[in-house]
């Protein structure tokens, strides 16, 4: 199938508008920046691939690195590691918030300038053009960060349109206060956990309050709130399914530890004169009183009318 240039032009500025929004990073970009001083401008070197001497800080830009980037007004994280080649360095990086691996080429230091290519889809797309990142290399010392450390800007070229451009800054890992070492302190300093709430699974609890849950009918997953008032062994209230917004009281039986709950919808009206008729969804099971890391406390789980698996846990 023949495909036009106008659709593969499309194309590709779709796939380069989804790359660009994904570009993460750290919360550097959030506070005040640890070192100084404007960026270089390896801007030209960067696109045009020139070759620069290898400088002094060559060696301390090789290894792992944390870097934020700031993308339409947020800033988000990935991780670097470069290694060098010939007189430059190139690497390879991951983002933090979705996963995405990406390639990094034609990386130089000169001086206090730095600068390299991004590149996604490079298997699939290798004439994508790159993003490309130039800056200013530093040491800097201070009560947050001690060690290399490079900040600037980015810039990807799209052609007719509009550039999508944006600052960077990046530490290296091994630097970070919160590193392996800084871990070990803190966890070493840190005081005892609380002990958890203990709970006594052979007392039957008492079931009044709010409750959130889920349940499976005719194949399709609910998620539902709901307000629950106890007298004795019966059980009433009312609730909501929350991703269909459909209203419904409650009542029910509770003989610990088996429990008995039907959900009364009463007629919906759909707009054009339609209607959903009133009905009603029976669930069974038993509660059981659980005490896990996350949640210590009463939980409903059993199966409904329809054969569909349904659970609650008490709000907290």
Not at 26 to 47: I, M, R, Y
Not at 121 to 138: A, Q, R, S
Request: hydrophobic share 35%.
């Amino acid at each position: 199938m023949r495909v036009s240039q106008a659709l593969k032009q499309s194309i590709i500025l779709l796939m380069l508008l989804a790359f660009a929004s994904s570009l993460t990073g750290c919360q550097l970009l959030k506070g005040s920046k640890p070192g100084a001083g404007k960026a270089g401008s390896a801007s030209t070197a960067a696109g045009g691939g020139a070759r620069r001497s290898a400088a002094p800080g060559s060696s301390l830009i090789m290894g792992d690195w944390q870097v934020s980037y700031a993308v339409n007004g947020e800033t988000q994280s990935a991780h670097m590691t470069f290694k060098a080649v010939g007189d430059g360095f190139e690497g390879t990086g991951t983002d933090d918030a979705n996963g995405q691996n990406f390639v990094i080429d034609t990386g130089f230091i000169s001086g206090n300038s730095v600068g390299f290519h991004k590149r996604y889809h490079v298997d699939e797309n290798p004439n994508l053009p790159p993003i490309v990142y130039d800056g200013t290399f530093e040491m800097v010392s201070n009560d947050a960060y001690k060690g290399p450390y490079m900040h600037g800007s980015y810039k990807l070229s799209k052609g007719d349109g509009p550039a999508i451009a944006g600052d960077w800054d990046a530490q290296k890992v091994e630097n970070q206060q919160g590193g392996r070492d800084a871990q070990t302190a803190a966890t070493q300093a840190a005081p005892p956990q609380q002990p958890q709430t203990i709970v006594d699974p052979s007392k039957p609890p008492d079931l009044s309050g709010k409750w959130t849950g889920g349940y499976e009918y005719e194949f399709k997953t609910f998620h539902t709130k709901m307000f629950i008032e106890q007298d004795g062994a019966k059980l009433a209230g009312h609730g909501v399914d929350t991703n269909t917004n459909e209203a419904f009281t409650i009542t029910g039986t509770f003989n610990f530890p088996t429990i008995k709950l039907i959900h009364k919808y009463p007629e919906l009206k759909l707009g054009k004169g339609k209607t959903k008729a009133p009905r009603s969804l029976e669930f069974r099971g038993k509660v059981e009183v659980v005490s896990e890391p996350e949640y210590q406390g009463p939980r409903m789980i059993g199966k409904n009318i329809g054969g569909g698996d349904w659970m609650a846990e008490e709000v907290r």
